[in-house]
Every structure is written in structure tokens, then in C-alpha cells.
């Protein structure tokens, strides 16, 4: 694939230069894109992810402070939300798979930026006291938890079309190029979710009807730029204009069946249709060959272990004051910014197989001190808690590598016209055990109780690291190099026997 480029540019190659010279012939897979490219697929990621972080914890902030003394409006917004996601997410994917490019991000811009207008209208109405009856504010909730959904889908679509299809096109078979793409894309989102809900948050403990206003005007001027900036890069990017998929046989039969069959027939097929393209996206996903890795990547969307609401609502209650919870977080968000540079690092030098192995280890080990220290200082709340978060901290590290490295495996593994269907159903996975990471809290809700959710991480990481393990290993045959093992570990004692048994390996292989 070849990028598009002004005049100038393609006329900057030496007139001198041999015309028969192999040096000078362009390779394709070795090309860097144009930074303006990258540049407008940085902005429109960018705006992306910041408006859905902000619009995602200001909304948690509004149904708090519109309904008080109460997590059951929040809940249900948030169940509803995640249900939306798991059941719907095959049929994105589908989108994603058989839709033109631009048009399916498009989609996903213009439906999200309107469904969060009309949300943050009604989260205003309820703010300013307009529906009186208790009957009016549940039908509100009920209309804002049904958007919520919509909205959800919408992020789903974006992330999947963006992050696993367009940045694998963008770079266009360089790995190197798709590693650094990966980093940067992940850096923003990390930026974003730590810069996003702080400044929503500050304007909201002003006033939460200012909050939602300028959540309003954020979301519709900023849908704009970013409605543009991806037009851009698909027009420069002929690859991302290349169809993926034919239309489907069975697709084409149901178009061209006869329209005498009643409407509600016609409905049922159709959800029979879904429902079916749903059961077969699952099953190619588990027959994948990255299911492993992927599934390990899900796994760790169970765990309570985040910084999010509930570890906070336990250290509260543990004794730490608001701010000694603030910088534990922002401790946390450094720590997973400084993966995306470690792990492209590390991928350079070992590979992405290998160093996602390590990084998981790492997030494994960390994890599994501070929840010993946890437990074993359990009588003295503010130590116990401080274990957990010191191996938290530490462990985001592991975290975001580990997500780099699948994500890399991912990408280059799977098919370019299954990219929609596969990350799709990954994506149900996520929420999935994120669903299940509440449960957990909901079954053991009093803080003395949260060593049980806390422990349900743990375990949940070291089945992640487990199945990456397997994958590692069905790949590469071993797990570790146990000479280059034996040579870091030995002495120097060690090092001739270790020469000897080389030049006997040798000699042996190559005696006829």
C-alpha cells in the first residue's frame, strides 16, 4: 500500500541515484506513514476517547448528585450499560467487518455526539428538579439507561474500527510503525482517563449544572474536528479504501427473498439472523488462534484492584483521606503511561510473544505480594490497605504492557476481514468480567469483606497469566531459554561445562 503525498515529495528522490541500484528500490512494508496522517488520527482519537471519559464519570456524577442516598439509579444505568455491550457487541462487529470504513466510523461519531446531547438534556431537566412526580424520574432514568446503551455501542464501534482495523492498515505491515501507533494511541487514552474525569469532576464540585453544560458544548464542537480529521486520513490512506469483505450469500438470499411473508415472519428471521451470526462469531473467536491471548487480555477486566469506585470506596472507609487516594491514583495512571514506553521497548528487543509473558508475570508477582501483605496486616486497616496499594501501583505496570503485547498479537493475527467479528466479541468478554467484578462487591459489599473481592482479582490475573502461559507455549514450544538461563544464572565455574555441553550438542546434531 502507498500513502498519497504532494508533488514535492514524491520529486525529492536523487536525480544521481542509479536507476537499476536495489537500495533505491521503495519497500512497501518498510514505509512509515506521513506524520500529518498520523497526526489526524491522533486528533480524532483523541477527541474520541476524552469525550467518552468525560461523559462516562460525569454521568456517574450527575445521577449521584440528582438522586442522593441511593447507588440504585447508578447501578442500573451501569448494569444496563454493560448488558448493552455483551449482548449487542457480534452484531457491531458485523458492522465493522461489512461496512465501508469511513462510513462505519462516521456512524459511530455522529449517533455517539447525539446520544450524549440528548442525555446531558435530559440529566439537566432532572438536575433543575423539571419532571415533580417519582414516576417522571424513573421514566427519565429508564430513557438515560436506553441511550446509555446506544452510547455504548457506539464507543464499542469506534474502538474496534480505529484501534483494530485502522491502525493496522495505517502502518501497513511495519511492525515497528504498528507498535508505535499502539504505544501512542494507548498514551492518549491513559491521558485521557486520568485528565478527562479530574476536569469534570472540578467543574461539577462548582456546580453539576455548569458540569453538564460543558459536557454538552465539549461533545457537540469537538464532534466537528473529529468528524473531518478521520475523513482525512481515509482519503490519504488508499488502503483503508479497499473493500474487506463480499456481501454474504446468505445476506444476499434474505434481500432477494419474496416480500409475501407477514412482517412479524420477517422480524423473527431477521433476530434469528443476529442471533445466529452472533453464535458463529463466538465460535470462530474461540477457534482462533489468538483466542488465548485474547481471552487472557479479558480475563483482566475482573478485578476490583483499579482505582476505580469500588477499591476507593474501601480505602475510604480503610482510612485514607480523599487526597492520599488522589495521588495513589495519579501514582497509578504514571505507572501505566511509563508502560507504553517499556513495552514497545521490550517488544524491540524480545518480541511481543515473549515480553508479553513477562509483563504478565510482573502484574502476577506485584499483585500477589501486596494481597499478601493485605492479608497478613489485616488487623491494622490503614497498613493492610497501604500493601494493597503499593502492589496495585506497581502492578499497572505489567498491566498496560501486557494489554500492548496482546494488542500487537491481535492485530497482526487476525484477518483483516474478521478484525470487526473478532474484537467484537473480545469486547463482550471485557464487560463480560467487568459485570462479574461488580457482582463481586455487590455479594461482598461491607468494606471488612473486601479481601474476598480482592482475592477473586488475584486469581483472576493469575488465570490470565496461566492461559497467556499455554499460548506462549503452544507457540514457541518452551516457556523459557533454559540455556541462556543457565548462562545468565551460572558461575564461572559453570561456564565450561556449559561450553562442553554445547560443542557436544553440536557434534551430535551434525554426526551423520
Given at each position: 500500500?502507498a500513502?498519497?503525498?504532494?508533488l514535492?515529495?514524491?520529486r525529492?528522490?536523487d536525480?544521481?541515484?542509479?536507476?537499476?541500484?536495489?537500495?533505491?528500490?521503495?519497500?512497501?512494508?518498510?514505509?512509515?506513514p506521513?506524520v500529518?496522517?498520523v497526526?489526524?488520527?491522533y486528533?480524532?482519537?483523541?477527541l474520541?476517547t476524552w469525550?467518552?471519559r468525560v461523559?462516562e464519570?460525569g454521568a456517574v456524577?450527575?445521577?449521584a448528585?440528582?438522586?442522593?442516598g441511593?447507588l440504585?439509579?447508578?447501578?442500573?444505568?451501569a448494569?444496563?450499560r454493560?448488558?448493552s455491550a455483551?449482548?449487542f457487541a457480534?452484531?457491531v462487529?458485523?458492522c465493522?467487518?461489512?461496512?465501508?470504513r469511513?462510513?462505519?466510523?462516521r456512524?459511530?461519531i455522529?449517533?455517539q455526539?447525539l446520544?450524549?446531547?440528548?442525555?446531558?438534556?435530559?440529566?439537566?431537566m432532572l438536575?433543575i428538579?423539571l419532571?415533580?412526580?417519582?414516576?417522571?424520574e424513573?421514566?427519565?432514568?429508564v430513557?438515560l439507561s436506553f441511550?446509555?446503551c446506544?452510547?455504548?455501542?457506539?464507543?464499542i464501534?469506534?474502538l474496534v474500527s480505529?484501534?483494530?482495523?485502522w491502525?493496522v492498515?495505517?502502518?501497513?505491515?511495519?511492525?515497528a510503525?504498528?507498535?508505535?501507533?499502539?504505544a501512542q494511541?494507548?498514551?492518549?487514552?491513559l491521558?485521557?482517563?486520568l485528565f478527562?474525569?479530574?476536569?469534570?469532576?472540578l467543574v461539577a464540585d462548582f456546580?453539576t449544572?455548569?458540569?453538564i453544560?460543558a459536557?454538552?458544548?465539549?461533545?457537540?464542537?469537538?464532534s466537528?474536528?473529529?468528524?473531518?480529521?478521520?475523513a482525512?486520513?481515509y482519503n490519504?490512506?488508499p488502503g483503508?479504501?479497499?473493500?474487506k469483505?463480499?456481501?454474504?450469500?446468505?445476506?444476499?438470499?434474505a434481500e432477494?427473498?419474496?416480500g409475501s411473508?407477514?412482517?412479524?415472519?420477517e422480524?423473527?428471521k431477521r433476530?434469528?439472523?443476529?442471533?445466529?451470526?452472533?453464535a458463529r462469531?463466538?465460535d470462530?473467536?474461540f477457534r482462533?488462534?489468538a483466542?488465548?491471548?485474547s481471552i487472557?487480555?479479558?480475563?483482566?477486566?475482573?478485578?476490583?484492584l483499579s482505582f476505580?469506585?469500588q477499591?476507593?470506596t474501601?480505602?475510604l472507609?480503610a482510612?485514607?483521606t480523599?487526597?492520599?487516594v488522589?495521588?495513589a491514583?495519579?501514582?497509578?495512571v504514571?505507572?501505566?503511561v511509563l508502560a507504553t514506553?517499556?513495552?514497545?521497548?521490550?517488544?524491540?528487543?524480545?518480541?511481543p510473544?515473549?515480553?508479553?509473558?513477562?509483563?504478565s508475570?510482573?502484574?502476577?508477582?506485584?499483585l500477589?505480594?501486596g494481597?499478601v501483605l493485605?492479608?497478613t496486616f489485616d488487623d491494622k486497616?490503614?497498613?493492610s490497605?497501604?500493601g494493597l496499594v503499593g502492589?496495585?501501583i506497581?502492578?499497572?505496570?505489567?498491566l498496560?504492557?501486557?494489554?500492548?503485547c496482546?494488542q500487537?498479537i491481535?492485530?497482526e493475527?487476525v484477518?483483516?476481514?474478521s478484525r470487526?467479528?473478532?474484537?467484537?466479541?473480545?469486547a463482550?468478554?471485557?464487560n463480560?468480567?467487568e459485570?462479574?467484578s461488580?457482582?463481586?462487591?455487590i455479594?461482598?459489599?461491607r468494606?471488612?469483606?473486601f479481601?474476598?473481592?480482592?482475592?477473586?482479582s488475584v486469581?483472576a490475573?493469575?488465570?490470565?497469566?496461566?492461559?497467556?502461559?499455554?499460548?506462549v507455549?503452544l507457540?514457541r514450544?518452551h516457556?523459557l531459554?533454559?540455556d541462556a538461563?543457565?548462562?545468565?544464572?551460572?558461575?564461572s565455574?559453570?561456564?565450561?561445562?556449559?561450553?562442553?555441553?554445547v560443542?557436544?550438542?553440536?557434534t551430535s546434531?551434525?554426526?551423520?
Amino acid at each position: 500500500m502507498a500513502f498519497r503525498q504532494p508533488l514535492d515529495e514524491e520529486r525529492s528522490i536523487d536525480d544521481r541515484a542509479p536507476l537499476l541500484d536495489g537500495s533505491t528500490v521503495p519497500q512497501p512494508h518498510n514505509r512509515v506513514p506521513p506524520v500529518r496522517i498520523v497526526r489526524r488520527l491522533y486528533v480524532s482519537h483523541l477527541l474520541s476517547t476524552w469525550n467518552s471519559r468525560v461523559f462516562e464519570f460525569g454521568a456517574v456524577l450527575y445521577l449521584a448528585t440528582i438522586f442522593p442516598g441511593t447507588l440504585l439509579p447508578m447501578s442500573v444505568y451501569a448494569l444496563t450499560r454493560g448488558l448493552s455491550a455483551i449482548t449487542f457487541a457480534p452484531a457491531v462487529g458485523h458492522c465493522v467487518d461489512t461496512g465501508n470504513r469511513l462510513q462505519v466510523v462516521r456512524v459511530s461519531i455522529v449517533f455517539q455526539r447525539l446520544v450524549v446531547a440528548i442525555s446531558c438534556a435530559i440529566f439537566y431537566m432532572l438536575a433543575i428538579g423539571l419532571p415533580r412526580s417519582h414516576g417522571g424520574e424513573m421514566g427519565m432514568l429508564v430513557l438515560l439507561s436506553f441511550l446509555a446503551c446506544i452510547e455504548k455501542l457506539c464507543s464499542i464501534m469506534n474502538l474496534v474500527s480505529v484501534e483494530k482495523d485502522w491502525v493496522v492498515v495505517v502502518a501497513d505491515k511495519n511492525h515497528a510503525t504498528l507498535v508505535t501507533l499502539n504505544a501512542q494511541m494507548r498514551r492518549i487514552d491513559l491521558l485521557c482517563k486520568l485528565f478527562g474525569p479530574l476536569f469534570i469532576a472540578l467543574v461539577a464540585d462548582f456546580s453539576t449544572r455548569v458540569a453538564i453544560i460543558a459536557n454538552l458544548v465539549m461533545n457537540a464542537t469537538s464532534s466537528i474536528l473529529e468528524y473531518f480529521a478521520i475523513a482525512r486520513v481515509y482519503n490519504e490512506v488508499p488502503g483503508l479504501q479497499e473493500a474487506k469483505l463480499e456481501p454474504r450469500a446468505e445476506l444476499a438470499d434474505a434481500e432477494s427473498a419474496p416480500g409475501s411473508e407477514s412482517r412479524l415472519t420477517e422480524h423473527w428471521k431477521r433476530i434469528r439472523g443476529v442471533l445466529s451470526k452472533s453464535a458463529r462469531d463466538f465460535d470462530f473467536y474461540f477457534r482462533h488462534r489468538a483466542f488465548l491471548p485474547s481471552i487472557a487480555g479479558a480475563l483482566l477486566y475482573l478485578t476490583v484492584l483499579s482505582f476505580a469506585g469500588q477499591m476507593v470506596t474501601y480505602l475510604l472507609s480503610a482510612g485514607y483521606t480523599a487526597a492520599q487516594v488522589g495521588i495513589a491514583r495519579t501514582l497509578s495512571v504514571i505507572f501505566e503511561v511509563l508502560a507504553t514506553w517499556v513495552a514497545p521497548w521490550l517488544m524491540g528487543r524480545i518480541g511481543p510473544v515473549r515480553a508479553g509473558l513477562w509483563l504478565s508475570s510482573w502484574q502476577l508477582i506485584t499483585l500477589v505480594a501486596g494481597t499478601v501483605l493485605f492479608w497478613t496486616f489485616d488487623d491494622k486497616p490503614v497498613l493492610s490497605a497501604s500493601g494493597l496499594v503499593g502492589g496495585t501501583i506497581l502492578s499497572r505496570l505489567g498491566l498496560r504492557g501486557f494489554d500492548l503485547c496482546v494488542q500487537i498479537i491481535v492485530q497482526e493475527d487476525v484477518e483483516a476481514e474478521s478484525r470487526g467479528a473478532f474484537s467484537s466479541v473480545e469486547a463482550a468478554w471485557q464487560n463480560a468480567f467487568e459485570l462479574l467484578s461488580f457482582a463481586s462487591t455487590i455479594v461482598f459489599s461491607r468494606p471488612e469483606e473486601f479481601k474476598w473481592p480482592s482475592l477473586t482479582s488475584v486469581v483472576a490475573v493469575a488465570l490470565a497469566w496461566a492461559s497467556y502461559s499455554l499460548f506462549v507455549y503452544l507457540r514457541r514450544g518452551h516457556l523459557l531459554h533454559l540455556d541462556a538461563l543457565a548462562r545468565m544464572l551460572g558461575s564461572s565455574k559453570g561456564k565450561p561445562r556449559e561450553r562442553e555441553r554445547v560443542i557436544r550438542r553440536i557434534t551430535s546434531e551434525t554426526d551423520i
